[in-house]
């Protein structure tokens, strides 16, 4: 745990049902009216989002739809919304979906007023520089960019899937409506409600953890633990998907201002090499990797483990660690999270490509966070294993 943190959010965040219909309001208070609104295909023939542009209209508040967006979005998807952008005279960007649209948005803004190519912001770079402000509107509980300083862009010339920081990558201004949720299918609220306790997790055991992250940690953890089998069994539980929507964005809080590690670092190349969604990834790996690295922090882990429930105060650290491992393993099972085997990636495409995951894996710095740090053969080793 680090001694002292730099934490940032989104200055305005309001949360609650149907608070998506008051961009307008939210963006009059701002002193902005030319959004550039940046969606998916999918979500841009959905009633709420013609609902939002009426209401914009009515305020006098000319918007234009670019609704190019593809999930885990490259380089050249990012070029197009950039020259979308450099078509008006924007003073905004609103960023309406999951992670890809959020994270589309983040890089446009950021292109769009400053320039350059997606590589020479990504990692080891942090990015601070101001940009064209950017509006989150989430309408899956999962990936919390909403509220994140981070974005993640394929490189459409060498399939690397890059991590992005800074500031200039945080929205100035989240709406967090849960009612945006209800429809989600049972596979997409499975991976993006395990994307999220991963985030919760590693903030929490994070070599950069600290206690404000802590608290949002622990919090959002608890929450989705108890609420993401109901999401996942009983589609329309309002109550459960509000709970799981507010918990994502708190566990979004914690690791963007402590660190993701070695699931996330592992998870990317997987992304980018077989496009397996990245909350589908991630949860592919959580328990291989919480395995892993239990035994370099049982402390942590045994906390984690108590907070979901899955373990008694009267337990050892190491018991209560090993427990959470466990519970990992069933919660994948009861969501039907498949390995890279089921998922149907072949398997010598997958041996041949775990170099060359291993070594973007560790370049990402990721990793490095973890309560285990594990070098590139050991992270050749995991990859290996998880197709077993």
């Given at each position: 745990?680090?001694?002292?943190?730099?934490?940032?959010?989104?200055?305005?965040?309001?949360?609650?049902?149907?608070?998506?219909?008051?961009?307008?309001?939210?963006?009059?208070?701002?002193?902005?009216?030319?959004p550039?609104?940046?969606?998916?295909?999918?979500?841009?023939?959905q009633?709420?989002?013609?609902?939002?542009?009426?209401?914009?209209?009515?305020?006098?508040?000319?918007?234009?739809?670019?609704?190019?967006?593809?999930?885990?979005?490259?380089?050249?998807?990012?070029?197009?919304?950039?020259?979308?952008?450099?078509?008006?005279?924007?003073?905004?960007?609103?960023?309406?979906?999951?992670?890809?649209?959020?994270?589309?948005?983040?890089?446009?803004?950021?292109?769009?007023?400053?320039?350059g190519?997606?590589?020479?912001?990504?990692?080891?770079?942090?990015?601070?520089?101001?940009?064209?402000?950017?509006i989150?509107?989430?309408t899956?509980?999962?990936?919390?960019?909403?509220?994140t300083?981070?974005?993640?862009?394929?490189?459409?010339?060498?399939?690397?899937?890059?991590?992005?920081?800074?500031?200039?990558?945080?929205?100035?201004i989240?709406?967090?409506?849960?009612?945006?949720?209800?429809?989600?299918?049972?596979?997409?609220?499975?991976?993006?409600?395990?994307?999220?306790l991963?985030?919760?997790?590693?903030?929490?055991?994070?070599?950069?953890?600290?206690?404000?992250?802590?608290?949002?940690?622990?919090?959002?953890?608890?929450?989705?633990?108890?609420?993401?089998?109901?999401?996942?069994?009983?589609?329309?539980?309002?109550?459960?998907?509000?709970?799981?929507?507010?918990?994502?964005?708190?566990?979004?809080?914690?690791?963007?201002?402590s660190?993701?590690?070695?699931?996330?670092?592992?998870?990317?190349?997987?992304?980018?090499?077989?496009?397996?969604?990245?909350?589908?990834?991630?949860?592919?790996?959580?328990?291989?990797?919480?395995?892993?690295?239990?035994?370099?922090?049982?402390?942590?882990?045994?906390?984690?483990?108590r907070?979901?429930?899955?373990?008694?105060?009267?337990?050892?650290?190491?018991?209560?660690?090993?427990?959470?491992?466990?519970?990992?393993?069933?919660?994948?099972?009861?969501?039907?999270?498949?390995?890279?085997?089921?998922?149907?990636?072949?398997?010598?495409?997958?041996?041949?490509?775990?170099?060359v995951?291993?070594?973007?894996?560790?370049?990402?710095?990721?990793?490095?966070?973890?309560?285990?740090?594990?070098?590139?053969?050991?992270?050749?080793?995991?990859?290996?294993?998880?197709?077993?």
């Amino acid at each position: 745990m680090t001694d002292t943190a730099s934490v940032a959010l989104p200055r305005i965040l309001r949360v609650g049902g149907g608070c998506s219909m008051e961009l307008a309001e939210v963006l009059e208070s701002a002193g902005l009216a030319r959004p550039l609104i940046i969606t998916d295909p999918f979500l841009a023939a959905q009633p709420f989002l013609a609902r939002i542009t009426a209401r914009l209209a009515e305020a006098g508040i000319e918007a234009e739809v670019f609704s190019e967006v593809r999930p885990d979005p490259t380089t050249d998807s990012i070029d197009l919304g950039v020259r979308a952008l450099r078509r008006g005279e924007f003073d905004c960007v609103v960023g309406i979906g999951g992670g890809s649209p959020m994270d589309t948005a983040k890089a446009v803004a950021l292109l769009g007023s400053r320039g350059g190519a997606m590589r020479d912001y990504k990692a080891p770079a942090v990015t601070d520089a101001p940009t064209l402000p950017v509006i989150a509107i989430p309408t899956t509980a999962g990936s919390g960019s909403e509220c994140t300083r981070f974005t993640i862009i394929t490189d459409s010339a060498t399939n690397e899937k890059m991590l992005c920081a800074g500031l200039a990558f945080l929205p100035a201004i989240a709406l967090i409506d849960y009612t945006l949720t209800m429809r989600m299918p049972p596979r997409l609220t499975a991976d993006t409600g395990v994307d999220a306790l991963v985030h919760a997790v590693e903030a929490y055991v994070s070599r950069k953890a600290n206690p404000f992250t802590d608290a949002l940690a622990l919090t959002a953890m608890r929450t989705l633990f108890a609420n993401l089998r109901v999401s996942y069994a009983e589609p329309a539980n309002e109550q459960a998907r509000a709970q799981m929507m507010i918990a994502a964005t708190q566990a979004g809080m914690a690791f963007s201002n402590s660190s993701v590690a070695l699931v996330h670092g592992m998870s990317r190349p997987i992304g980018a090499h077989f496009h397996v969604a990245h909350g589908l990834s991630n949860a592919m790996l959580m328990p291989t990797i919480t395995a892993y690295s239990v035994d370099a922090a049982p402390d942590r882990y045994a906390t984690c483990a108590r907070t979901v429930g899955v373990a008694s105060a009267d337990m050892t650290d190491s018991q209560a660690a090993r427990r959470l491992v466990t519970a990992l393993h069933d919660l994948n099972a009861d969501l039907e999270v498949p390995g890279p085997r089921r998922y149907g990636i072949p398997e010598d495409s997958w041996r041949e490509s775990i170099p060359v995951m291993a070594k973007q894996a560790k370049a990402s710095g990721s990793p490095d966070n973890n309560p285990r740090v594990a070098s590139i053969a050991e992270i050749e080793d995991l990859y290996r294993s998880l197709w077993k």
